[in-house]
């Protein structure tokens, strides 16, 4: 059974850095491309980065370029999202996946799964 599961969530100040893992079981990590999203309360689905599964080339969205950094563990099996410099407005549930193709903001992240594969999801809260 393929499998993701996420860790490293909580609660952090403004300013401050989490780092989020992905654990990946029953595929290797340079399989599939693995993006993050994120949803925050009252909010849709949004993407924040993606890591391509050949090259492990990143892909950013705007919002935290420069502040966020995808990176992976082959040997491990595991995907990373270190996030600094964190802002109230990244509070939200934030899930590694193995998207679709179109449920991926950038096409041009790797291989994509037929049928995607979502982590349960961890809470991020950054307070003022």
């Known amino acids: 059974e393929v499998q993701l599961v996420e860790s490293g969530g909580g609660l952090v100040q403004a300013g401050g850095s989490l780092r989020l893992s992905c654990a990946a079981s029953g595929w290797t990590a340079d399989d599939y491309a693995i993006a993050w999203f994120r949803q925050a309360p009252g909010r849709e689905r949004e993407g924040v980065s993606c890591?391509?599964?050949?090259?492990?080339?990143?892909y950013y969205a705007d919002f935290v370029k420069g502040r966020f950094t995808v990176s992976r563990d082959i040997a491990k099996n595991m995907i990373y999202l270190q996030m600094n410099n964190l802002k109230p407005e990244d509070t939200a549930v934030y899930y590694c996946?193995?998207?679709?193709?179109?449920?991926?903001?950038?096409?041009?992240?790797?291989?994509?799964?037929?049928?995607?594969?979502w982590g349960q999801g961890i809470l991020v809260t950054v307070s003022t």
């Open positions: 996946a193995a998207p679709r193709y179109d449920d991926s903001p950038w096409p041009q992240c790797g291989r994509y799964r037929d049928l995607d594969v």
């Open positions: 890591i391509s599964n050949r090259e492990g080339i990143s």
